[in-house]
């Protein structure tokens, strides 16, 4: 009986079979999530609309191909999560500028997810020395060579840029 | 100068790098193979090593691993420079592609600018081809992209000399000698035992199943220990790590069970195929991890949805995990 079954079960192709049994908690939005016509679709431009996402997903007959996917739900989450997390430091570091507490280097240091040291290494600008920028005192004296190094590191246009901390 | 190269997508930027090179030498194989010949599926969890201050868990192995492994399994001459002098250093992939060779880059993506702003975070272990220069501006094929790009002097430069963890230095790398005669059934095994060893055998609790469960055993820690707001960015890096650009879906499991399935047919040997199902399963669980890691980062717990819960789930993908390599390792 046993056998009868198995060899009518090899009849069909092996996606079919219930090689998914195991599973314990049967939730059908992510038990097939490999299958290559289910592979995720969520987009929330997290790709810039500049490329897709290449997955691995199995096609009617088991076998392993290619999908393009632009995104998917719980990657999403977390990429927006570490964004958000940026962008806090950003912003507080935005109301300490503004409070005259930090100079506006300390602004794009964050805004560019940077630390005294990666900051230090882009712009060649020693370590204490940038430690000293970032108070506001020591910035506003800042040579205008000095300035320059720093617009450049954050891809900004002009000097003046450097004092424009987006109200 | 523009060499007759031809731009594929991968899914990872180190197998799309390398299968694009192979094939441009003639040697045509998968994504799916390159990554499973040079043994690229890993796993660290380095709790004391912090990004962001937030603890490492990795799947993949440091870059160059893939390639130094395929090229040695292959008997594939390569030759790979690292610079101090950034204009040397492009002066150097100038002549290169001058006299046609198709260079692999090893650069940052901070300031890569036609990569997708969302990803352009400080990470230094990107992989790119130059494949010619046009008017002053690099022919580049990245496998994370649809079409090839172009970079200008200033902007390769700039992402050849990334500053940060894992320095790229301007490495490059590229073929000198491809053999006639390949042994890929003979590459395959070495590939699936040297995947088995450093997913069971690594002393230590750091590397392969006994990492996951280090950090299966961790994360249930996280809530009491860092509190309840870093605990979620613990676990969403954790997500991120498994899900980001380039791992062809949860953590590279899928893409090795691609690979174990074409290895089945290459050794006729239907116990690949098994264990590929098998490993497809575990898959499904790691993207089920991410599922729940994901409701518990958006503040939405379901009953279900605890940390407790997700590190249970990752003790058990690390049984199975153990379970599917040690059954690999007994074929051979």
Redesign the interface.
Known sequence: MVSLLLSFMSLFPKSLQPIHLSYHNLNFDRLFVMKKDQVPQDDENLLDGKTRDVQYAVDQNGKYMTVLSLGWEPKNIVMRQAWNEINSHVEDARKEVIAGKKSPLFYFMQKNMMDVKLLSEYSGISRWKVRKHLKPRHFNNAKISVLDKYAKTFNLSSTDDLFRVGE | MQINFQHR???HCENGVITNLLRYYGLELS??MVFGIGSGLFFSYLPFLKL?GIPVASFRPLPGFIFRRITKAFGIKTETKKFRNPEKAMKELDIMLDKGIPTGLLVGV??LT??????R??FNAHNIIAYGKENGTYLISDP???TSQALTYEDLKRVRFA??ILKPKGKTYHITHVPENVDIKKAVVKGIKKTCNEMTGFRGPLIGVKGIRYLAKSIEKWPKKVGAKKA??YL??V??MQ???GT???GFR??Y??FL?EASGLLNEDRLWQLS?EM??T??KW??F??R???I??GRYKT?DSYASVSELLLEIADREERIFKKLKDLF
Request: hydrophobic share 40%.
């Open positions: 997508m991968a899914a994504e799916p962001n901070f300031n036609y990569f997708p702003a969302p990803y975070f400080h994370i992209m649809e500053k940060g979620s960015l969403g890096q997500v991120r899900e980001e650009i062809g879906g949860a899928f893409m069970a691609a399935q199902e497809t399963e898959g499904d993207r089920d991410a599922v890691a994901g409701r980062c958006k279900s």
